[in-house]
């Protein structure tokens, strides 16, 4: 029987209890918000830092059988939005529960969840103006709302428990927060919930890995590296932008290299080659692109291809173009539409500055705001993460728009001209665009092709 007042050590004791390997590692609590794992010990490479068996750790599987609501949805034939919810339905049944098995479990998950933009109010999502993330942040909120609704509806035992809306947000986020993606067989892939191994956190340079053994039967972390005695314990929680980490995990970094700014280009319905446009493109008007840090990359190559499509308005250019995608099955604008013309082209870097300036003017605060904001330390925590959201993305269309200004620069310079420029490293972001496609255009219009 465990008789500790620190929940932490009733975990602890929990996961021994179980046959847990949990040694090689200590709980370190620095707030509400940022709980950690340090090492106890030196980790040599290849070593487990820890291990939580099948009996302690929570699979779908577990979760559709033990849990009242989950057997009701399945009799029902009832199917959720989000295979998550079957967790959360699971945790908010053991919740309720005083005697629990799962109670250390759950004693032990952050009672505030408010720095996740699903709670934010209307003053927090103001901070968030001009962001791609809000559109998500909203549709996320109408998603769980239509969960809870539908659930409640379908389910009547669930009515009857009295689950509110805010239990079953708060369990949804933290189910979200807390999944671990882990292949069982050789191409099942299951979401699992573990405890202790949550409080690992995200660096991209994490030295865990994590997996399920069948030997042993259960979930393991292993070092990729020597691991010192206290160090902190980092896993990278994948490639993904900081909108995936902000709207899953309630964090964003500057030094996230997977950083990106999502936007739309749409074609103009007052151009008169619209009808042709949209007959090309099989009814789309619209088209979602993106672009990072590094303009030398596929995603600006894309949204500059969109750009150049809508910014078609000769009719030889729109058949020619046609005439270059007659094979292929499915048209779609930043895949298959190429360099035409010169002149084209100039239309298409302005018109791209045009739409990244008012995409720029979008938001609630400059980069200058932003950096005084971080450096100031009385910014309350989940506003410096909204902060460096927003400031990424700001950078990012800064940088490229510097790329237009750039390209709008030197376009109307002769071939040999452009050939000497692209040799100075401060045109290294559009050399390989201009030397693969300008000059050749050019040494055509010039005759010396």
């Not at 934010?120 to 909203?138: I, N, R």
């Not at 379908?154 to 428990?161: G, L, P, S």
């Not at 709207?247 to 950083?259: K, V």
């Not at 999502?262 to 090309?280: E, G, P, Q, S, W």
């Amino acid at each position: 029987m465990m008789i500790h007042q620190d929940p932490y050590k009733n975990l602890i004791q929990w996961l021994k209890d179980g046959k847990a390997e949990v040694s090689k590692v200590q709980i370190e609590v620095k707030s509400e918000g940022y709980r950690t794992l340090k090492a106890s010990q030196f980790i040599r490479q290849g070593e487990w830092v820890l291990f939580i068996p099948r009996t302690h750790y929570l699979s779908l599987e577990e979760v559709k059988k033990s849990c009242l609501i989950n057997r009701k949805m399945i009799q029902l034939n009832y199917i959720p939005n989000n295979i998550q919810t079957y967790f959360v339905n699971h945790l908010l049944q053991e919740n309720r529960r005083q005697n629990s098995f799962w109670k250390p479990y759950i004693d032990v998950l952050p009672k505030d969840v408010s720095g996740f933009p699903t709670y934010f109010d209307a003053e927090q999502d103001a901070l968030l103006k001009g962001s791609p993330t809000l559109y998500t942040v909203m549709n996320q909120r109408r998603i769980f709302r239509e969960e809870y609704d539908n659930l409640k509806e379908a389910v009547k035992e669930f009515q009857r428990y009295g689950y509110t809306y805010n239990d079953f947000i708060k369990f949804r986020i933290l189910t979200i927060s807390r999944s671990f993606p882990v292949y069982i067989g050789e191409n099942e892939q299951q979401q699992l919930l573990v405890p202790l191994a949550d409080f690992v956190n995200h660096d991209n340079n994490g030295f865990l890995q994590y997996g399920y053994s069948p030997d042993a039967d259960g979930f393991f972390m292993q070092a990729v590296r020597n691991i010192q005695k206290g160090e902190e314990l980092f896993y990278n929680y994948g490639q993904w932008s900081n909108k995936y980490f902000f709207m899953n995990y309630g964090f964003a970094s500057l030094t996230n290299p997977m950083n990106q700014f999502d936007f739309d280009v749409c074609i103009d319905r007052n151009d008169r080659l619209f009808n042709m446009k949209v007959d090309l493109t099989g009814g789309n008007i619209c088209w979602g692109n993106r672009l990072v840090n590094e303009t030398d990359h596929d995603t600006f190559r894309q949204s500059l291809a969109t750009v150049r499509f809508a910014q078609i308005s000769k009719l030889d250019d729109f058949l020619k173009l046609e005439e270059d995608v007659q094979n292929y099955n499915q048209f779609w604008p930043g895949w298959h539409t190429t360099p035409k013309t010169i002149e084209l082209e100039k239309a298409t870097f302005k018109a791209f500055k045009e739409l990244l300036v008012s995409e720029l003017a979008n938001f609630a605060s400059t980069i200058e705001d932003d950096q005084r904001r971080l450096n100031d330390p009385s910014t309350p925590e989940f506003r410096r993460h909204i902060i460096m959201l927003t400031m990424r993305e700001k950078q990012i269309i800064k940088k490229n728009i510097e790329v237009c200004d750039m390209m709008l620069s030197v376009i109307d310079k002769s071939s040999e001209e452009l050939k000497n420029l692209m040799r100075y490293y401060n045109f290294r972001e559009i050399a390989r665009y201009v030397n693969s496609e300008i000059i050749p255009m050019k040494l055509e219009e010039e005759g010396l092709a």
